[in-house]
């Protein structure tokens, strides 16, 4: 639509209202959630969570005009334009956990990590220990010697440190590549360590780690998460002797291979969009008939590189 002063307006390029509606999984969650939900209804009180059912009652509300809407007008033409309202989750919705991940991913680049360098450090952990961690004190113990670790580890290079601080960013992670569970950290760590006694008077001390010491660390925070089941009783003292000297890991996983340079802000948000990711990629979700669904694992070459349903 042309501006009185004959130039083309923007409004409708700038926004382009998605239709949800017109997706698989919308379609999928809107045809099989009542029966899903009474399907989890085994009579006896015990039923899906209440946060489960509302996060997928309001994705089905998200995007949806008939659920409400705001009105847009362009200043300089008099377009009008509606906006529909989002549900703002954090789970289902897939155009609010992206658009929640890019925003945490530009705030984060731009507010919180100064130019330096950032490694990240991914932990997983075998199942028998994994489950345990869905309590939340264990699991702030467990992440809390993992930053220690990271913090010792960094400081092994250095002469005369004195008193350390690290500077990370913690993403828990709850989700496998394939909808599994699977609880893991992906942190975020400027890569060196920040010394003094007072904020004025810090000065930041870069540090490279060698992949024979990555593998050191490895084998210390192994060592220091088993002892900590065992002291609380999660597990038996010599079944943690046997994790500890296990010459396959056990199913721990330590992995530092991802560095980004100081002055490399694009690769620094590309990494925290991906700490931040949401669990459900839509686009990996394909219909290959009316009864089967394939998720698709972003790992080719694996045998059992989809899940069916």
Not at 129 to 151: G, K, T, W
Request: glycine share 8%.
């Amino acid at each position: 639509m042309p501006t009185p002063a004959g130039k083309a307006c923007p409004a409708p390029t700038v926004y382009r209202r998605r239709r949800p509606e017109r997706m698989l999984l919308y379609r999928l969650v809107q045809a099989h959630l009542t029966t899903w939900l009474a399907l989890h209804d085994d009579g006896q009180g015990r039923s899906a969570p209440a946060l489960t059912e509302r996060e997928f009652r309001r994705y089905l509300d998200c995007g949806i005009l008939a659920h409400g809407f705001a009105r847009a007008r362009c200043a300089d033409c008099g377009h009008d334009f509606i906006v529909a309202y989002s549900c703002k989750g954090r789970g289902v919705c897939p155009s609010c956990t992206t658009r929640r991940m890019a925003e945490t991913a530009a705030h984060l680049v731009d507010h919180v990590f100064p130019r330096l360098p950032v490694r990240q450090w991914v932990l997983s952990f075998p199942k028998r220990l994994r489950y345990h961690l869905d309590e939340a004190e264990l699991q702030n113990a467990v992440l809390h010697s993992f930053l220690r670790c990271i913090e010792q580890g960094l400081r092994q290079g250095l002469v005369d440190a004195g008193r350390t601080r690290l500077g990370a960013v913690v993403f828990i992670h709850r989700f496998g590549a394939l909808l599994n569970a699977h609880l893991h950290f992906h942190v975020v760590v400027i890569d060196g360590v920040f010394c003094g006694e007072e904020a004025e008077t810090l000065r930041f001390e870069e540090v490279r780690l060698t992949p024979q010491a990555v593998l050191r660390l490895q084998a210390t925070i192994r060592k220091r998460i088993v002892r900590l089941f065992v002291r609380r009783g999660l597990l038996a003292k010599g079944d943690g002797e046997a994790l500890c000297v296990s010459e396959h890991d056990a199913g721990f996983s330590l992995n530092a291979a991802v560095r980004i340079e100081g002055n490399d802000r694009q690769g620094l948000e590309r990494l925290l969009r991906y700490c931040a990711r949401p669990a459900f990629a839509q686009e990996r979700l394909r219909q290959i008939d009316r009864e089967h669904l394939v998720y698709e694992s972003p790992k080719p070459g694996q045998a059992d590189a989809s899940a069916r349903s």
